[in-house]
């Protein structure tokens, strides 16, 4: 059974820093595209950050270049979000998400490319 489990949340104060892991189920080595997504309440869940576990490209939303940063580590199956100069429009839950096809330029930050969906982890940034 393909399991996606995050962690890493917390509270934390306007321009800190948190990293959120994303650990795949070994089943789950397969995965080509794994990515970040968050909901804050009332809004839409938005693409965060995405990475092509082949070639390593990645990929961000405006809203978080510069300050958030998607790497992978393929021994211990899991992608990692850092996050830095948070801001409190970053409160969110943030939702690690896995497709079996590479990341596209133009479909990576869509909620419909990923078959697979991790339970979230809670990101809550205080000003």
């Known amino acids: 059974q393909v399991q996606l489990v995050e962690s890493g949340g917390g509270s934390v104060q306007a321009g800190g820093s948190l990293r959120l892991s994303c650990a795949a189920s070994?089943?789950?080595?397969?995965?080509?595209?794994m990515a970040w997504f968050r909901q804050a309440p009332g809004k839409e869940r938005e693409g965060v950050a995405a990475v092509y576990i082949g070639a390593g490209s990645t990929y961000y939303a405006d809203s978080v270049k510069g300050r958030f940063t998607i790497s992978q580590d393929k021994v211990k199956n899991t992608v990692y979000l850092q996050l830095n100069s948070l801001r409190p429009e970053d409160t969110a839950m943030y939702y690690c998400?896995?497709?079996?096809?590479?990341?596209?330029?133009?479909?990576?930050?869509?909620?419909?490319?990923?078959?697979?969906w991790g339970q979230g982890t809670q990101v809550t940034v205080s000003s």
């Open positions: 070994a089943y789950s080595t397969s995965f080509n595209c």
């Open positions: 998400a896995a497709d079996r096809d590479r990341c596209y330029r133009g479909s990576w930050f869509r909620q419909g490319t990923f078959a697979y």
